[in-house]
């Protein structure tokens, strides 16, 4: 599976996660060049509070586009440091 944001593939992996419709890259899938860890969380029921990245390609920025869940609750250890998309980010195979 690939994550493309404004024509660049900024995360690969054949070892992603589905929960709720969404595809979980490993934390090592991700080209960090791209990414910047924001201030931003939100919380879910069942997963924990997530934490956010804004992606930034060719001099534009997507804000908060990426997030993870650095200490997810117990029901949710499997997606631990695996990152999620959304805002335009792609996701195809």
Do not use: R
Request: glycine letters at 4%.
């Amino acid at each position: 599976m690939k994550a493309i944001w404004n024509g660049k593939t900024i995360a690969e992996s054949n070892k992603t996660i589905v929960v709720e419709n969404n595809h979980y890259f490993p934390e090592n899938s991700i080209d960090k060049d791209y990414f910047i860890l924001t201030n931003h969380h939100t919380s879910c029921p069942w997963k924990g509070q997530a934490s956010y990245y804004s992606i930034e390609v060719k001099g534009e920025k997507n804000e908060n586009a990426a997030w993870f869940y650095p200490s997810p609750k117990e029901a949710a250890t499997n997606i631990k440091n695996y990152v999620a998309f959304w805002k335009g980010v792609e996701i195809k195979e």
